[in-house]
DNA sequence: AAACTATCTGAACGTCCGTATAAAAAGTCA
DNA sequence: TGACTTTTTATACGGACGTTCAGATAGTTT
């Protein structure tokens, strides 16, 4: 990594310099992200993100540091973000009380499939990055760290429900419901081919599908004996 | 490709120096579908495929031609074989008649789980292979060739117990239904993480549990509004 | 044995990769 | 203006990649 350049929260008076570094910093994450999403990390060359960021070879390191890092940098960046959404989500959902199975799924899966369907295309790469890693244990050590303390929020509402469930069958269906709704961002390509209509524009068009196929699958799995 | 000896069933008395060469190209695409499984197509390098199969550098482009052939080859040799198994849990089901979605999820998902449970390592690795690529559009024209047709087939009979469901709404949930299984293979590790518990070594340990959650989602989702 | 084919070896080729770095450019501050 | 810092350029390096191929080896056929 650079020197990092700080912006100090109390010393608002900008240097022009570190504007620019900033801008363009931005402008290399940003690259990086909608070529990672496309190709995954491996195929992706520092090379292909300086030409998408317009900037030399150079400025990718001295921005984004090693090919490594630059990955977990885009990763953490909007990390946050997404996690506030379902976590307020869930909070409000625990203040009006009365949750059901349905509730929670949507407020896990709607985040999501919302920021797929931005217009802005950087937050539909980053969902797509999303889909390419979560549903592969090779990066579960990353995503592990990222997205699942708040997935044990989910499942903590979810055994209050169904407090007979074992954990693991907790854990298995909250893992179906997540491969489910990422395979919507993911294989969006197949539905289309599978059913010989053209794919929806917008993830948020399976939005009622994915929510009853989600609950009902939970609902099912999770029922006592 | 080489010149690939093709195997006449009309001409027995084989040649020595030809039944030598199956072998190693056996041992080739064996070492291939373990390291494609393992780490994918673009991670891989045909000096590893050459290690593991305990052959020199040229030996694997001898047998196996270019990377992207070898793959290719490596995805179709086994293909022929789960559709059969698909086909035929089918089959029995439309000889018996009365079939519900139940019987359909079950006939779609078991055979891949059994063979992602088998003994055979490279059963498993295929099993494994297969989850990297269905969920991944970029491999779509691949999957298009090799799976669909089997997965046309059952949409068909879902559609006969559906007749009021869209065509899209049906493809969306067999999708779905396939995500899952496939996050069985693939996410087992973050199912493990989530749970506490270690993760179960057999795939078929969550046949109950995955088969539920997809029936139940399935009768959710396409029931009538 | 000799001619022939299939298989394998070992080495090389050109290309592209990630990374590092010296020097130039741009901007700030005294 | 001139000292100073941050950013950008241009280039280079060592290594690993996929692919190719002449020649050695093993096995078959006549």
């Not at 929260?9 to 910093?25: F, I, V, Y």
């Not at 990086?32 to 060359?45: D, L, N, Q, Y």
């Not at 976590?87 to 203040?95: E, F, G, I, N, V």
Request: proline letters at 4%.
């Amino acid at each position: 990594m650079p020197q990092m350049p700080e912006q100090n929260e109390l010393t608002p008076p900008k240097d022009g310099r570190l504007a620019r570094g900033e801008a363009t910093k931005d402008r290399v994450l940003d690259a990086a992200e909608r070529c990672f999403a496309a190709h995954g990390f491996a195929t992706v060359t520092i090379r292909q993100i300086a030409r998408e960021a317009g900037v030399t070879l150079g400025v990718v390191s001295f921005h984004g540091g090693s090919k490594e890092e630059l990955f977990a940098t885009v990763l953490a960046r909007r990390t946050a973000t997404l996690n506030a959404l379902r976590t307020d989500a869930l909070k409000a959902l625990q203040a009006r009380g009365g949750i059901t199975i349905r509730d929670l799924v949507d407020a896990y899966l709607t985040p999501y499939l919302e920021i797929a369907s931005r217009g802005d295309p950087q937050w539909r790469a980053y969902a797509q990055l999303i889909a390419r890693i979560v549903s592969d244990d090779q990066y579960y050590m990353q995503v592990r760290d990222l997205y699942d303390p708040v997935a044990q929020d989910f499942i903590a509402e979810m055994r209050r429900i169904y407090p007979d469930a074992s954990a693991k069958a907790v854990a298995t269906v909250l893992t179906l419901t997540v491969a489910s709704m990422l395979s919507i961002v993911a294989s969006r390509v197949r539905i289309a081919g599978l059913s010989g209509e053209p794919a929806s524009e917008s993830a948020l068009d399976y939005r009622l599908t994915l929510v009853d196929f989600c609950t009902g699958g939970i609902e099912q799995a999770l029922a006592a004996p």
